[in-house]
């Protein structure tokens, strides 16, 4: 699976946006790029994905790299409940594909108030 | 999107015991996760559920230890066989949703003695 890298930890203040980054420099071009966020004692929580253009949805919005060798998260208005472990991952989308996730460690955002 | 329920949320076992954890979906989904989280860790994926035919296991996961149950298209069971305190972990799953994105559960929290 091509891997991704993104900061350990960030901090952000409330209602300020967020940049969350990530480099996929390996990805293919079959690879979707997801987001996934976990926010304390819970199970992960999906928060958009994209192929090759920029990607918006009620939660986030999603600026891919023309090249495709990285991509960014970014939260509006950070609030308290965004605090959590952002995790950006490749997932093949192909013949036979299983939609396999491969989580990393992920970047934990602190927001403070 | 799917809702995701998990029972049981948590339980203790005893080493050398089983833990049959039940996995719920609201909707019909063609793919089920079940996935393992050790404490301070990420997500590692344990096997995709099948409907109608054998799991398949990620490499370290075997069907002895690890025997899942998919009858119907909304229904899994994992089972955890001949508990070691090793098995302490977060146990989730996941249901595929129509855009390649994943919805969790809220996990089953393991403890073993």
């Known amino acids: 699976d091509a891997k991704t890298t993104q900061p350990n930890s960030m901090e952000s203040n409330e209602e300020e946006p967020v940049h969350l980054p990530c480099n996929h420099s390996t990805i293919s071009g079959t690879d979707y790029i997801h987001w996934y966020r976990q926010l304390p004692s819970q199970g992960p929580e999906y928060v958009i994905h994209?192929?090759?253009s920029n990607v918006n949805n009620r939660m986030a919005s999603l600026a891919i790299a023309e090249d495709r060798k990285s991509s960014t998260l970014i939260l509006h208005r950070a609030t308290l409940r965004d605090a959590a472990v952002y995790y950006c991952?490749?997932?093949?989308?192909?013949?036979?594909?299983?939609?396999?996730?491969?989580f990393g460690k992920g970047t934990l955002l602190t927001v403070n108030p | 999107s799917a809702v995701i329920s998990q029972k049981p949320s948590r339980d203790i076992c005893q080493r050398g015991t089983s833990l049959t954890i039940q996995c719920q979906v609201d909707s019909q989904v063609t793919m089920m996760f079940w996935y393992r989280q050790q404490p301070g860790q990420s997500l590692t994926l344990i096997a995709t559920a099948n409907q109608g035919s054998e799991a398949t296991y990620e490499s370290g996961f075997v069907i002895d230890k690890f025997p899942i149950s998919r009858p119907n298209l909304t229904f899994s069971t994992l089972t955890v066989s001949n508990l070691s305190p090793e098995d302490s972990s977060i146990y989730l799953c996941s249901g595929g949703g129509p855009y390649n994105e994943q919805f969790f559960g809220p996990g089953t929290r393991l403890t073993v003695l």
């Open positions: 994209g192929l090759t």
């Open positions: 991952i490749l997932s093949p989308l192909s013949a036979g594909s299983n939609y396999k996730l491969t």
